[in-house]
């Protein structure tokens, strides 16, 4: 597509529900990254996939977070048993390749609430 | 992990002021990107710094890389209300960008 698509826009969820938030990343992009940004913070890593590659889960806070890309394509970020310090905004960004010479194109961005 | 410290954290300038923001890393950077997010909104890739003592232009902003390649700087000359936001830089490592705490920018018309 023209642009990162994320989904839902907004999520309210429950404390200890399940939630599972999708990425579709710029046709072509081979590299996809997850972040979250809370309120007024900067934005904090979670976890890269680069094509077939292994993914780098080392941002990942807690086992509860776990992220997959299906097809070298759309990207899943799942979080179970939700906890209110989970509420943020979720970004996902894709990039041409890996490497440092590319720029990120971010994604509207899931803003989820643990109520 | 994220090496980068970014200052100020905020700023208020009267519209037609400059504005500067700074990031300062330990270690020598191998290249240094710099992003926008306006309020309510999402990062957007502003520009790519690669060469020792760099400097690039867009229109009224001015970026640069330090000789060192251990700092940057993003200057707007004579800000205006559409340059409000959080202005964030980004280092490479590990193969992905660790985004600096960012400087929120308010212009005062």
């Known amino acids: 597509g023209a642009g990162v698509s994320q989904s839902p826009s907004n999520k309210v969820t429950e404390k200890g529900k399940d939630v599972e938030l999708r990425c579709d990343p710029i046709?072509?992009?081979?590299?996809l990254y997850w972040y979250r940004q809370s309120l007024g913070q900067g934005l904090e890593f979670l976890i890269y996939f680069q094509g077939n590659s292994a993914p780098d889960k080392s941002g990942l806070p807690s086992d509860r977070f776990s992220a997959e890309r299906t097809g070298g394509s759309v990207s899943t970020l799942t979080i179970q048993r939700t906890q209110q310090e989970d509420s943020a905004v979720y970004l996902c960004?894709?990039?041409?390749?890996?490497?440092?010479?590319?720029?990120?194109?971010f994604g509207s961005g899931t803003r989820l609430t643990v109520v | 992990g994220q090496q980068v410290m970014q200052i100020p954290q905020y700023q208020h300038v009267q519209e037609g002021e400059d504005f500067t923001t700074y990031c300062n890393s330990s270690?020598?950077?191998?290249?240094i990107q710099w992003y926008k997010q306006r309020p309510g909104g999402h990062p957007v890739f502003l520009i790519q710094l690669v060469k020792s003592g760099e400097v690039k232009k867009q229109k009224r902003l001015t970026f640069q890389f330090g000789e060192a390649k251990k700092n940057s700087s993003l200057h707007i000359t004579a800000t205006q209300t559409t340059d409000v936001g959080t202005y964030f830089c980004?280092?490479?490592?590990?193969?992905?960008?660790?985004f600096g705490s960012g400087t929120k920018l308010n212009v005062k018309p």
């Open positions: 270690t020598t950077l191998s290249n």
């Open positions: 980004a280092e490479f490592n590990f193969n992905k960008f660790y």
């Open positions: 046709s072509g992009h081979t590299a």
């Open positions: 960004a894709s990039s041409l390749a890996r490497g440092s010479n590319y720029g990120y194109t």
